[in-house]
């Protein structure tokens, strides 16, 4: 009788632990994970972050910021994150990139039942449209330095 129980026992545990380990089996992760990127001043930035299995929040920080977890970010009106959450797509697309937006990104995806956190870095790169037409102003400048009387 004591080993029927045993039996019992063994299949019980096994089907309770059953379920975390097929979940387990398929935890999120990264389908595209963000790149660095360069774009002109005043163009548009896309940052792209795919997940598989998505089970965690999605959300977007900026230097460390955090940024939130909405569609569109307060503070932010240049910001938005495109995509569809049930195909795990959160892509942060900055129009009129400035030189403020020159900064490293992370897609975060926190942790949920029986899966861990993810998170991915991308740095972007503004180059200012009128860096060659700066650039002469400073050499003739120190070339032919003002004078004044």
């Known amino acids: 009788m ?5 039996q019992i026992g ?3 545990t096994f089907l309770t632990v059953l379920p975390a380990l097929l979940v387990g089996a398929q935890q999120q992760k990264f389908r595209v994970m963000p790149r660095d ?4 001043e005043g163009s548009e930035a896309l940052l792209r972050c795919e997940i598989y299995n998505l089970a965690g929040a999605v959300q977007w920080t900026k230097d460390g910021f955090a940024l939130g977890f909405s ?7 240049r910001y938005s ?3 569809d959450r049930a195909q795990g797509v959160y892509n942060l697309r900055i129009s009129n990139a400035s030189l403020e937006d020159d900064a490293e990104y992370q897609c975060q995806v926190g942790p949920a039942k029986f899966n861990s956190a993810i998170r991915a870095n991308a740095k972007l790169i503004v180059i200012c449209k009128y860096f060659p037409l700066y650039f002469w102003m400073l050499i003739v400048s120190h070339m032919f330095p003002c004078k004044h009387p």
């Open 2 to 6: 004591s080993h029927r129980r045993l």
């Open 10 to 12: 063994a299949i019980l």
């Open 37 to 40: 990127l360069q774009v002109l």
């Open 71 to 77: 569609q569109t970010i307060p503070g932010y009106p």
């Open 81 to 83: 994150v495109l995509g």
